[in-house]
């Protein structure tokens, strides 16, 4: 059965930092992109972040110079380092992964940016 665990959300001022974590487990975790999305209130499901298994990166336009995101293959987990939060950062964030035609996502993390 595949899972996936965020963690490391919480409550932070403007400009400060943040790292989120996404452990995987009932799948082959290296031959799997991850990505992580976020959904702030009223508003759609948008794509914060993308590794593929090779560690190639795509970010969101509003993240890039901001977000990193990475991977370790040996503890299945992929990461999101967030700097210079800003509030419209707020947002439930969702890591996700698609098997075959399955599509997989974690309960989600909450980040809430604000003074």
């Known amino acids: 059965q595949v899972q996936l665990v965020e963690s490391g959300g919480g409550l932070v001022q403007p400009g400060g930092s943040l790292r989120l974590s996404c452990a995987a487990s009932g799948i082959i975790f290296d031959i799997n992109a991850m990505t992580w999305y976020r959904q702030a209130p009223g508003k759609q499901r948008e794509l914060v972040a993308t590794?593929?298994?090779?560690?190639?990166?795509n970010y969101a336009d509003s993240v890039k110079g901001r977000f990193t995101i990475s991977r370790d293959n040996a503890k299945k987990t992929v990461y999101l380092q967030m700097s210079s939060l800003k509030p419209e950062d707020t947002a439930v964030y969702y890591c996700?992964?698609?098997?075959?035609?399955?599509?997989?996502w974690g309960q989600g993390t909450q980040v809430t940016v604000s003074s």
């Open positions: 590794i593929t298994t090779g560690a190639g990166t």
């Open positions: 996700y992964t698609r098997l075959g035609l399955r599509d997989y």
